[in-house]
């Protein structure tokens, strides 16, 4: 919770999903190495390094195959995590896409104090196209995996 002239506000579930998955970003060094130009949350600055990352994230639709039977003190949040990757190459952007399902999908996440579970599945098909972009005359690709982020998030 961030402290705001002395009232507790709570951070966004967005907040929260996209900090968990920098954190895996950052501890997992084979997409360190493998995305130099880093992930990305918000405004990409024009020098970046390719390959690079965006990651976006918007609530989701309960999907239908869920229930669930916690407690009254929390709800569950669902998230839906946009992840593209920008880069040369329409093989190598997929191998990325890939790198990043083996690093994300079926796993779980430490959570912020005010979650007990954060899980992340993997939900469709890696989509990878042509940019409309060139870098140093190369092609720019993107790869696009989609994530559902579920939390179990306190009411207060």
Not at 52 to 75: L, N
Request: hydrophobic share 40%; net charge neutral; aromatic share 8%.
């Amino acid at each position: 919770c961030r402290c705001v002239r002395g009232h507790r506000k709570q951070m966004s579930a967005d907040t929260d999903v996209l900090a968990a998955i920098t954190t895996r970003f950052l501890a997992t060094k084979a997409l360190t190495v493998a995305i130099p130009g880093g992930l990305w949350t918000d405004r990409v600055p024009a020098d970046r390094k390719l390959p690079y990352a965006v990651a976006r994230s918007e609530r989701a639709q309960e999907p239908e195959y869920f229930s669930y039977q916690g407690s009254t003190d929390s709800y569950i949040d669902f998230r839906r995590v946009t992840m593209d990757i920008y880069g040369i190459g329409k093989a190598k952007v997929g191998g990325l896409i890939e790198l990043f399902r083996a690093t994300f999908d079926r796993q779980l996440f430490p959570t912020p104090a005010r979650t007990r579970l954060m899980a992340c599945l993997a939900n469709g098909d890696i989509k990878t196209e042509a940019d409309t972009t060139e870098k140093d005359g190369q092609d720019v690709f993107i790869g696009t995996l989609e994530l559902l982020v579920t939390t179990e998030r306190d009411m207060a």
